[in-house]
């Protein structure tokens, strides 16, 4: 059974704050890792992915990816109170026609 | 990425009725999948809709429950049959443009079932 863990949450972080959200999972055969943000009521929404080890920047969003750990993170630098979503972490195995399988998501909310 | 619409946006159907949601993409895409979000739950994949050929399911999800077609590169139907209040969910189209590009998902199928 492959899994992609996550902390539920909430994570609960001021404004102007790093919220760090993470995730781990069970499938060493992973190669593509995705960070999706979903507002209440909406769909999901890709807001980063990554594919090497090591870090990748986008604005005020980080990715970090360490295969050997089989884990990923998401760092969200100067929060705003309009980050407040629910963060979907989504892994693929890159044989064709895989799809991602996702993690059950954190709740963050950033407090003005 | 490709622009993705999804019809109904919500409905609120009888149980024991059926359900045909349409996800039509503005461009070619290499894939299409269709997921279900429960109420309060993360995304759960149904199948993936393999164009003329049928849907590739995932375990707890059946044929006769979910059909899928995909008659071509731009589009794709989740039929939901003989519906039940555990139904009730939002359903999510998802594409792939070319092999190695991010999935990305249409607005989503709002479903209650009384």
């Known amino acids: 059974q492959k899994e992609v863990e996550q902390n539920s949450g909430p994570l609960s972080v001021p404004e102007g704050a790093i919220a760090s959200l993470n995730c781990t999972y069970s499938?060493?055969?992973?190669?593509?890792f995705f960070w999706y943000r979903q507002y209440s009521g909406k769909s999901p929404e890709l807001i980063m992915f990554?594919?090497?080890?090591g870090d990748k920047e986008d604005g005020r969003f980080t990715a970090q990816l360490n295969k050997a750990s089989q884990y990923v993170s998401l760092l969200i630098r100067d929060s705003q109170p309009s980050d407040s979503a629910t963060y979907l972490c989504?892994?693929?195995?890159?044989?064709?026609?895989?799809?991602?399988?996702f993690g059950k998501g954190t709740t963050l909310s950033v407090s003005s | 990425s490709a622009v993705i619409s999804q019809k109904p946006s919500r409905d609120i159907c009888q149980r024991g009725t059926s359900l045909t949601i349409q996800c039509q993409v503005d461009?070619?895409?290499?894939?299409m999948f269709w997921y279900r979000q429960q109420p309060g739950q993360s995304l759960t994949l149904i199948a993936t809709?393999?164009?003329?050929?049928?849907?590739?399911?995932e375990s707890g999800f059946v044929i006769d429950k979910f059909p899928i077609s995909r008659p071509n590169l731009t589009f794709s139907t989740l039929t939901v049959s003989n519906m039940s209040p555990e139904d009730s969910s939002i359903y999510l189209c998802?594409?792939?443009?070319?092999?190695?590009?991010?999935?990305?998902f249409g607005d989503g199928t709002r479903l209650s079932i009384l």
């Open positions: 989504a892994v693929k195995n890159n044989q064709a026609g895989t799809a991602l399988i």
């Open positions: 809709a393999n164009q003329g050929s049928e849907a590739t399911y």
């Open positions: 990554i594919y090497s080890n």
């Open positions: 998802s594409v792939v443009g070319q092999i190695d590009q991010p999935q990305h």
């Open positions: 499938d060493r055969g992973s190669q593509s």
């Open positions: 461009s070619q895409v290499t894939m």
